[in-house]
T-cell receptor, first 116, second 111 residues
């Protein structure tokens, strides 16, 4: 069974640009969550999508947005990039909201974004 | 006060040692408690899951939850170099369906 696939794995952008990251969940998983991971703040929740609807959102500015398609694949977009957006962006899929009954999220290997 | 506090370490132990990793939390609504392990350049993977208070054992790993103290622990017995990773606690509960993670503790087990 294929795992969670994130693309691209690495990317470099400059301030003011925008970026789109893609996530393909495990087959059959309807929930996709996005997290930002930095050494200083750790793993911070961005948003969660279930059946194409955003079900929960973290405390990030409106520059961070996402969407989910009918095949459960998800994209997140960051507009007007800032230096502080440099981070590892992790996508996780699960069968239910917040990992369902067991809290189990299946993470991809992440997209490492560097903003110069 | 952050919802979940976790000592980032780093923690370095010799092979065979017993390792204790801990998290404290402030949200009394949390009732699902998890430990994730993250190897370098990989995404986190679920290691242990516990519902409410109590202990749970899985091989060399034991998870403990003390809801009265808002304190959770992960013990690793007979630690191995392959246990070297970052360990993240996570918890959820209440009406807000999301997992809240600790910052993670970097563990190195030296052969």
């Amino acid at each position: 069974k294929a795992g969670v696939t994130q693309t691209p794995r690495y990317l470099i952008k400059t301030r003011g640009q925008q970026v789109t990251l893609s996530c393909s969940p495990i087959s059959g998983h309807r929930s996709v969550s996005w997290y930002q991971q930095t050494p200083g703040q750790g793993l911070q929740f961005l948003f969660e999508y279930f059946s194409e609807t955003q079900r929960n959102k973290g405390n990030f500015p409106g520059r961070f947005s996402g969407r989910q398609f009918s095949n459960s694949r998800s994209e997140m977009n960051v507009s007007t990039l800032e230096l502080g957006d440099s981070a590892l962006y992790l996508c996780a899929s699960s069968t239910g909201l917040a990992g369902g009954n067991t809290g189990e999220l299946f993470f991809g290997e992440g997209s490492r974004l560097t903003v110069l | 006060q952050k919802e979940v506090e976790q000592d980032p370490g780093p923690l370095s132990v010799p092979e065979g040692a017993i390792v204790s990793l801990n998290c404290t939390y402030s949200n009394s609504a949390f009732q699902y408690f998890m430990w994730y392990r993250q190897y370098s350049r990989k995404g986190p993977e679920l290691l242990m899951y516990t519902y409410s208070s109590g202990n749970k054992e899985d091989g060399r790993f034991t998870a403990q939850v003390d809801k009265s103290s808002k304190y959770i622990s992960l013990f690793i017995r007979d630690s191995q170099p392959s246990d070297s990773a970052t360990y993240l606690c996570a918890m959820s509960g209440g009406s807000n369906y999301k997992l809240t993670f600790g910052k993670g503790t970097l563990l190195t087990v030296n052969p």
